[in-house]
T-cell receptor, first 116, second 113 residues
Framework: QKEVKQNSGPLSVPEGAIASLNCTYS??????FFWYRQYSGKSPELIMF????GDKEDGRFTAQLNKASQYVSLLIRDSQPSDSATYLC????????????????FGKGTKLSVKP | GAGVSQTPSNKVTEKGKYVELRCDPI?????LYWYRQSLGQGPEFLIY????????DSGLPNDRFFAVRPEGSVSTLKIQRTERGDSAVYLC???????????FGNGTRLTVT
């Protein structure tokens, strides 16, 4: 059974701090990794995607991928109260199974709370 | 419209009834996906269309669930003989192609009483 695991939280950080969200996945052949943000009662919104080992930065967000450890993380610098949401880690099924990279396996999400 | 549109936003039905959920994709997006999200869980893949054809329906839980996309644009998810366990938010997502990032609609909250 292919799995994506995240701590459910809640993770509470003070405003201005760095929030660190972590995710592990079970399928070693996975190659595409995504972070979605979901506000309560809303649909998921893509924040970052990463395909290669290492770091990928976009504004206050940095995604980190370590395929050897099957580990993906998302760092949010200078956290703001508006960052309070559930963050979903998603992994695309590996190539070769015949489908698309939109067939994602999601974790349960980590709820982040940024306190003013 | 600019985004993925799903109707209705809420649907309450009685156990055993038939329901249809509609998804209008972003114009030009050929890839369309249906996901289901239960409370406290991440979205769960149901089916993927590339154009008019269902390229991957491996996530459909059983034969009560069916989806169509006859003209390669609007899609309808159909659930027969609904059960209380079908209660969830049904999300539609589209992408420019099979390997493009997904854009989710606001979902249809289905409640089966």
């Amino acid at each position: 059974q292919k799995e994506v695991k995240q701590n459910s939280g809640p993770l509470s950080v003070p405003e201005g701090a760095i929030a660190s969200l972590n995710c592990t996945y079970s399928d070693r052949g996975s190659q595409s990794f995504f972070w979605y943000r979901q506000y309560s009662g809303k649909s998921p919104e893509l924040i970052m995607f990463i395909y290669s080992n290492g770091d990928k930065e976009d504004g206050r967000f940095t995604a980190q991928l370590n395929k050897a450890s099957q580990y993906v993380s998302l760092l949010i610098r200078d956290s703001q109260p508006s960052d309070s949401a559930t963050y979903l880690c998603a992994v695309a099924k590996p190539p070769g199974y015949g489908g698309s990279q939109g067939n994602l396996i999601f974790g349960k999400g980590t709820k982040l709370s940024v306190k003013p | 419209g600019a985004g993925v549109s799903q109707t209705p936003s809420n649907k309450v039905t009685e156990k055993g009834k038939y329901v249809e959920l509609r998804c209008d994709p972003i114009s030009g997006h050929t890839a369309l996906y249906w996901y289901r999200q239960s409370l406290g869980q991440g979205p769960e893949f149901l089916i993927y269309f590339q154009g008019t054809g269902a390229a991957d329906d491996s996530g459909l839980p059983n034969d009560r669930f069916f989806a169509v996309r006859p003209e390669g644009s609007v899609s309808t998810l159909k659930i027969q003989r609904t059960e209380r366990g079908d209660s969830a938010v049904y999300l539609c997502a589209t992408g420019q192609g099979p390997n493009s990032p997904l854009h989710f609609g606001n979902g249809t909250r289905l409640t089966v009483t």
